[in-house]
């Protein structure tokens, strides 16, 4: 067991050290072959590396057409802290030092990137962040996101909640019918307040 806990901080160690290497790199922009301009702001990066992480990267950077092959790649639609994050993830793994991504918020838009660049292992990352974060204010646009970009896991995410969601209503039904004849009768109350709004 001891000789197995060894072996394990040292594949532990050993990955961590690849991780700074590769950081260090990144920050130092030493031997940088491609200029990535994310809405004006310059990244210095390396073609390889942006390649092997990523099928998109590697099918713009490495076309069948050598002449075309970019030294310069301009990108205006993603936003430039974004894009930092992704990059982060590219040559180590992790977002801001950690290996979680640190809120929500990033989460979706890392998954749609993630999406963009072909990256399912970010993807994954990202479903796993917001598959914690499931509530009846965020179920519907996550199931819309993750129909939109194939995301199972999401998917099946909100499908549980639902799931659950529903239990506990039929529940309160029983156990609360006036309760919900009066929310029934609100709920298309309001409904027609807003079509008369809006006529």
Do not use: W
């Amino acid at each position: 067991m001891g000789g197995d806990l060894y072996k394990m901080l040292v594949a532990y160690n050993a990955q961590q050290q690849l991780r700074a290497n590769f950081g260090n790199l990144l920050k130092s922009g030493k031997m940088a072959d491609v200029t990535i301009e994310v809405n004006g702001e310059l990244f210095q990066a390396h073609r390889a590396m942006l390649a092997a992480r990523s099928p998109a990267f590697r099918a713009e950077l490495f076309g069948l057409i050598v002449e075309s092959k970019p030294r310069h790649i301009k990108i205006e639609d993603i936003e430039t802290a974004v894009f930092k994050y992704l990059l982060e993830y590219i040559y180590t793994d992790t977002f801001d030092g950690k290996l979680e991504i640190p809120s929500t918020n990033l989460a979706l838009q890392l998954l749609v990137v993630g999406d963009r660049y072909r990256m399912e292992g970010l993807k994954l990352k990202c479903e796993e962040k917001l598959s914690k974060s499931v509530s009846l204010d965020s179920v519907l646009s996550y199931f819309a996101l993750a129909e939109q970009h194939n995301c199972s896991k999401l998917r099946e995410s909100c499908f549980k909640f639902v799931n659950i969601f529903t239990k506990e209503y039929l529940q309160f039904m029983q156990n609360h019918p006036n309760l919900v004849a009066e929310l029934h009768k609100r709920i298309i109350f309001f409904g027609a307040e807003e079509e008369v709004a809006q006529d």
